[in-house]
């Protein structure tokens, strides 16, 4: 017997829609546990588009106010897909009310909303899941057994970049991802939250940084109505860009590596260049996002003139297995959010955590606040 999980979803922007049909997707590739998401209920305060989603995605039912389905006792777990100023506020409420969260990072403007979130979700005994999808990827996975192995020896530095051109275009609405008080810290929650993830799921600890930051579109057209995306508003009435585009950071960690963390979201002929190299004492690896499913590994003992080699992940790396049945066959971003969704419902099914956490959130908060105070005071800082 198959038992159901009634999931609401807050929020149906882009990320939204991601979350909904990973539901959808997740008994196609994760047949265990035995847990089939239930599309209880979608909320959306831009008018119509909750019944829409609801027709277009088979919700039983949609509404404008979030705050409806906390009290909703058919609705055990929510994704939280709102805007990063909503986290904290939509994200405590569930878990006070008891409802287990998916919530998409960096879970808050601040590492203060990421640990309120954090704290209501432990007092509650829910489970939290948060959206820090790259770590999901087999090549990611592959990457970090090997690090841990000590195939490429001891870590010495590494270089993570995430560069793109989705705010470059100067007609870019100005949406609330530019406003401070509802988009946050600009570029760095947005994408540097995910390098800090990265840097941690594979090194560990970040010890102390030091990182530099820029405003290089400094004025944007306000929208005239409602947007989804990343949407134009050409004619506009400008408005101040109030968070930052672009982040540079050196990082120290525990284990003794250095690192280069650089993230910006107005990279002209950048799309999607998210990735790393990572360097060792006998070897090296090498990851770009956008050819997902290779890995590049150099490792040996020659030192010198050490060759790199392509390996095509395959079965048997991270949750590759549940998606193509032989090395080569191509992955996508939705097939991420899917193996974020196994571990979501995975960590409410078996009571323990799977995936990345509210701690992971509250980790990679910490370190984007000490990136703000550290480029305000041109100094290194440690996060705390």
Same mark, same amino acid.
């Given at each position: ?101 998916? %919530? $998409?990072?960096?879970?808050?403007? !601040? +590492? ?5 979130? @954090? &704290?209501? /979700?432990? #007092? ?81 600890? %970040? $010890?102390?940084?030091?990182?530099? !930051? +820029? ?5 944007? @057209? &306000?929208? /005239?109505? #409602? ?99 032989? /090395? ?57």
């Amino acid at each position: 017997m198959v038992d159901t999980l009634g999931v609401a979803v807050v929020g149906f922007g882009w990320m939204g829609r991601v979350h909904t049909q990973a539901y959808a997707r997740l008994p196609h590739h994760f047949p265990q546990p035995p847990v089939r998401p239930r599309l209880v209920v979608v909320a959306d305060e831009v008018p119509g588009r909750a019944a829409e989603a609801a027709e277009r995605y088979g919700f039983e039912r949609a509404t404008a106010d979030w705050r409806e389905i906390v009290a909703d006792p058919e609705v055990q777990a929510v994704s939280v897909t709102a805007p990063n100023f909503l986290h904290r506020e939509i994200g405590v409420a569930m878990a006070e009310a008891g409802k287990h969260l998916w %919530i $998409e990072k960096p879970v808050g403007l !601040t +590492a203060a909303d990421a640990r309120a979130v @954090a &704290r209501a /979700a432990a #007092a509650a005994g829910v489970r939290g899941t948060v959206g820090f999808n790259y770590r999901n990827a087999p090549a990611v996975v592959a990457a970090r057994e090997m690090i841990a192995a000590g195939d490429i020896g001891t870590v010495t530095h590494v270089r993570i970049r995430l560069f793109s051109d989705y705010a470059a275009h100067p007609e870019s609405a100005l949406t609330w991802r530019y406003e401070r008080a509802r988009g946050g810290s600009g570029v760095l929650g947005d994408l540097a939250s995910h390098g800090v993830d990265l840097a941690r799921y594979l090194l560990g600890d %970040i $010890e102390s940084l030091a990182a530099d !930051t +820029a405003v290089f579109v400094p004025e944007r @057209a &306000r929208p /005239a109505g #409602a947007t989804a995306g990343h949407a134009r508003a050409a004619g506009g009435t400008p408005g101040p860009v109030e968070n930052d585009d672009y982040v540079g950071c050196l990082l120290r960690f525990t284990c003794g590596a250095r690192g280069v963390l650089e993230a910006c979201r107005v990279s002209v002929g950048e799309q999607n260049a998210y990735g790393f190299e990572i360097h060792g004492t006998r070897g090296a690896l090498f990851w770009d996002f956008r050819r997902m499913g290779e890995l590049g590994v150099s490792r040996g003992t020659a030192y010198q003139d050490q060759p790199v080699s392509t390996v095509h992940v395959g079965p048997g790396h991270g949750a590759y297995g549940a998606f193509q049945p032989g /090395a080569a066959n191509a992955m996508g971003y939705d097939d991420l959010k899917v193996v974020e969704a196994h571990h979501f419902v995975r960590s409410i099914v078996e009571g323990t955590p799977h995936g990345a956490t509210l701690e992971d959130a509250v980790a990679a908060a910490t370190a984007l606040d000490a990136m703000a105070l550290s480029a305000e005071r041109r100094a290194w800082v440690s996060p705390a």
